[in-house]
């Protein structure tokens, strides 16, 4: 008689381990920037992002993604919407100085007049894409556990 196989545990088939449920599907990063640049909802691809120009609703109205998540949630999109206009300006800048020989008095005024008009066209698109990045970054945004 073998003592050894006394004290061995029976063998377990994994039929008999609780089953975990498999992790929510999370797209790839292109994905949702893609969608958050088209103005769609990045968790579902459906929902529109705004109602309006300027005006967001609460919800994804598909999947019900709650688009500000806390008071000044998209702080961050305005530091996106600032570097974008931060870095349109120095290359428009340098080509029209540099390539076509404008003096700073001929650039004052239209140069001046972009940093007040592509922050306007580019917020949309600024706050679509830090809702794609926090999707991303924040795996509780796609599995709905934070709504």
Known sequence: ?????????????????????????????????????????????????????????????ECSLKYERAPGYFLGSAYINYGITAVMLTVLYMALHFGAGLSNRQLAIPLGAFCVLFPLFSFRYARGLWLALDCHFDRSVMSGEDD
């Not at 063998?11 to 969608?35: C, F, N, Q």
């Open 1 to 61: 008689m073998n003592s050894d196989a006394a004290t061995e545990p029976p063998d377990e088939s994994p039929a008999d381990e609780p089953s975990t449920p498999p992790p929510p599907y999370r797209p790839p990063i292109e994905t949702l920037v893609g969608r958050g640049l088209r103005l769609r909802c990045p968790r579902c691809g459906k929902g529109r992002l705004f109602r309006g120009w300027f005006t967001m609703p609460e919800r994804c109205s």
